[in-house]
Structures are given as structure tokens and as C-alpha cells.
């Protein structure tokens, strides 16, 4: 017995939240729970001795009694309805003689679920109702004071009423907010998928162009390696070397972008561990990469340099190399001459060639990867990029960016 008490656990008692959620889950249920108390509580009342020459309790005022509470169970589904039976019993229970004051309580209850459920020119037709209801009960009871009824039918059924009301604004508030909540997590939801997708977007974006122009030049140091292996042992010495430089390059800078994936966007801020993003800074090494893979560079400037932000830079910096990638895929031997021009209110960068011994070269067909991806960045700055064949021959590649003051 005692090992039994010991193991044994007391059931906790119900809290106002489980009794709220089982309301919401259980409407009707509640609804039967409360008719019952009401009867109860009712039936209580009545057994006392009534003032006055009030008819003492007998079967029918049990039955009228029971019966006015049983109408508590459909409150919610027809609140009017039930306002409108409870009231006709409560009628009839004073009609026949009996204390009012037993299904008053009764009647208060359907009038707040009026009020809480209907608009106000509902809730003040079921007041007013209420109301005509008490000051015949006081009428029927032979009550001289008539003018204490009424002031308790105004007030009771005022206060009874500002309570409903209440309470029906703010289910109506709850259920606004409800949706506002709704909309800002598909709203949230819709954010970070477009988030995602421009990050893919940049991601590959960023592989292309790295990939793209290091692998341009280890093919056609590779080709130029093997074509004088035997013949040009030296050439073919330089020709690995550059190999071997792009690729590395290659690998830093994809080891750098997938570093960057995997570091929190909180521990990235400041001093950056893993090498700042590559800018107009490594132009000069762009360039002697071009050369060293056999396309003659020329670089000019005009205008005074400055510093451009960094995603400016950046985006400067993958439009030149994109366009130098498309020399060496294209034009062969062309000579090349990438134009620098600093205005005022904007940054020009220029890439021309001369077209070589080949045709004017192609970049790459209007949907490819490589001009989409130009256009694309420099849009994100609210810049352009215009891409053809020149006049006198060969292509030519313009990046306009808009600098801030």
C-alpha cells in the first residue's frame, strides 16, 4: 500500500489556458458544461424563499427553469435566436408568478453573447429587448419602484452590452493581427526564398567568371605547351609556368568563395581572415596573366583614379576580365586595349580589340552565361554594359557604372 501511495501521482487541476483551449477545440461541449452550471446555479437560487408574494418553486418553474437553460447550448450558433427563446420562457416563468431574479442571470449571459458575437445594431435591439423584459418582471411583481427597474434594466443591461461589445473587438483584432502575422511570415518566406536564389545566382555567377578565365588560359597555355614541347623547350617551360599560376589563382579564388559560404555573416564583419574580394587593385595581374597566354594588353587611364566602393569595384573588375576571357576564346592573336576613364559621376571601362588575324569575335550568343552575366551586374549598381563588333573591326566591350558623389 504504501509502495503504491508512494508511486502514485495526483492529477493536476485544470488551468484557465487548458479550460480555453478545450473551448476552442470543444465549443459546444463548453457550451452544454455552462447551460448545466446556469441551471444549477438557477435552481439554487430558487429554493430560497422569495420576497414579496413572488410563487415559491414548483414543477413548472423547474421545468421553465431547465428549459430557458437548455436553450444556453446554441448561444454560438444562433445567439439572436437564443436571446429571443430564453427571453419568451423567462416571459412565461414571470408570467406564471415566479421570482424573476432566478433566470436573470440567464438572460445577461445570452444578451453578452449577443454582443460579443453581432454588430451594434444588433446588440442594441437585443439591449433594448432585455431591458422591455426586466421592467415587466418589475411590473408584474407589483413594485413601486418603478423608476429603481428601470434604472437597473438600463444599467445591467449598458454594462452587459460594453462587455460583449469589447470583447467582439477584440476577436476581431486578434483575428486581423492573426492575418497580418500570416502575411508577414509568407512575406519573410518569400524574402529569404528570393534571397536564396539571387545568392545562387551571384555564386555562380562569381564560378563562371573565375572558372571561365583561368581555365581560358590554362587551355591555351596547355596547347601552346604541347605544340613545342620538343621544338621550343623554353617556350613550353614559360607556357607550364602560366599553367600553373592560373590554376592556382583559380583555386584561391574558389577556395575563397566557398570559405566565405561557410562563415557566419557575424564573424565575417570587420578585418576579413580569408582575403578581400579581388578589384581594379589586381588588374595589373589580370592582365600580365593575358599577356603571358600570348594576347598583347594595353592598359590606359583617364582621368585622375580614385577608389571606387567595393561592389563597384568588383563588378569593374569581373566585366574586364570576362571581356579579356572572350579575347582569348574568340579572337585568337587579337591585341587588346582595356580603357580606364574616371568622370565625375561615373566610371567608364572600356575593352577593344582589333579582331587579329580572325573574324571579329563573338563574346557569346545573347543568352550566354558570359554577356547575361555582365548586364546583370552591372544592373545591380544601375549601370550598363553594351557589347558588339566595332566599325573598323574587332569587338568592343563598355561598362558605364554611376559613381556616388
Same mark, same amino acid.
Given at each position: 500500500m504504501g509502495g503504491r501511495a508512494g508511486t502514485s501521482r495526483a492529477r493536476p487541476?485544470?488551468?484557465?489556458?487548458?479550460?480555453?483551449?478545450?473551448?476552442?477545440?470543444?465549443?459546444? /461541449?463548453? =457550451?452544454?458544461?455552462?447551460? *448545466?452550471? $446556469?441551471?444549477?446555479? %438557477? &435552481?439554487? #437560487?430558487?429554493?430560497?424563499?422569495?420576497?414579496?408574494?413572488?410563487? /415559491?418553486? =414548483?414543477?413548472?418553474?423547474? *421545468?421553465? $427553469?431547465?428549459?430557458? %437553460? &437548455?436553450? #444556453?447550448?446554441?448561444r454560438r450558433r444562433a445567439p439572436m435566436a437564443v436571446l429571443l427563446g430564453y427571453g419568451a420562457l423567462w416571459c412565461a416563468y414571470v408570467t406564471a408568478g415566479y421570482w424573476p431574479v432566478v433566470n436573470s442571470a440567464g438572460a445577461l449571459l445570452t444578451l453578452y453573447t449577443v454582443a460579443s458575437l453581432r454588430p451594434p445594431r444588433v446588440t442594441l435591439a437585443a439591449a433594448l429587448l432585455t431591458a422591455a423584459i426586466w421592467v415587466y418582471a418589475g411590473l408584474v411583481g407589483h413594485s413601486d419602484a418603478f423608476l429603481t427597474i428601470l434604472g437597473q434594466s438600463i444599467v445591467w443591461t449598458g454594462v452587459v452590452s460594453w462587455f460583449g461589445s469589447r470583447a467582439r473587438l477584440l476577436a476581431e483584432r486578434g483575428r486581423r493581427l492573426e492575418r497580418l502575422t500570416m502575411l508577414l511570415r509568407r512575406d519573410r518566406e518569400e524574402r529569404a526564398r528570393r534571397a536564396v536564389v539571387n545568392e545562387r545566382v551571384r555564386i555562380a555567377r562569381e564560378l563562371h567568371d573565375v572558372v571561365a578565365h583561368h581555365m581560358s588560359v590554362v587551355s591555351v597555355q596547355a596547347g601552346l605547351a604541347r605544340y613545342v614541347l620538343y621544338s621550343d623547350p623554353r617556350t613550353s617551360h614559360a607556357a607550364l609556368d602560366t599553367v600553373l599560376d592560373s590554376s592556382g589563382e583559380a583555386l584561391g579564388e574558389m577556395r575563397r568563395l566557398l570559405t566565405v559560404l561557410r562563415v557566419d555573416p557575424e564573424e565575417s564583419e570587420g578585418d576579413d581572415p580569408h582575403g578581400s574580394a579581388v578589384g581594379l587593385d589586381h588588374l595589373d595581374d589580370l592582365v600580365n596573366r593575358v599577356r603571358r597566354a600570348g594576347v598583347p594588353v594595353d592598359v590606359v587611364v583617364v582621368g585622375a583614379p580614385r577608389h571606387l566602393p567595393s561592389g563597384l569595384d568588383l563588378c569593374a573588375y569581373r566585366v574586364i576580365q570576362e571581356g579579356l576571357t572572350n579575347v582569348l576564346k574568340h579572337a585568337g592573336r587579337a591585341s587588346v586595349t582595356v580603357t580606364l576613364r574616371y568622370e565625375v559621376d561615373r566610371f567608364v571601362a572600356q575593352v577593344v580589340d582589333d579582331g587579329g588575324k580572325t573574324t571579329s569575335i563573338v563574346p557569346e550568343a545573347a543568352d550566354g552565361q558570359g554577356l547575361v552575366g555582365m548586364r546583370e551586374r552591372a544592373g545591380l549598381y544601375g549601370g550598363s554594359v553594351v557589347a558588339g563588333p566595332c566599325p573598323a573591326g574587332g569587338f568592343e566591350v563598355v561598362l558605364i557604372l554611376p559613381v556616388p558623389q
Open positions: 487541476p485544470l488551468s484557465s489556458a487548458r479550460i480555453s483551449t478545450l473551448g476552442e477545440r470543444h465549443p459546444l /461541449l463548453l =457550451d452544454a458544461v455552462l447551460a *448545466a452550471a $446556469t441551471a444549477v446555479v %438557477s &435552481l439554487a #437560487l430558487a429554493r430560497q424563499h422569495p420576497p414579496g408574494e413572488w410563487r /415559491l418553486m =414548483d414543477g413548472l418553474g423547474v *421545468a421553465l $427553469t431547465c428549459l430557458a %437553460s &437548455l436553450t #444556453l447550448v446554441a
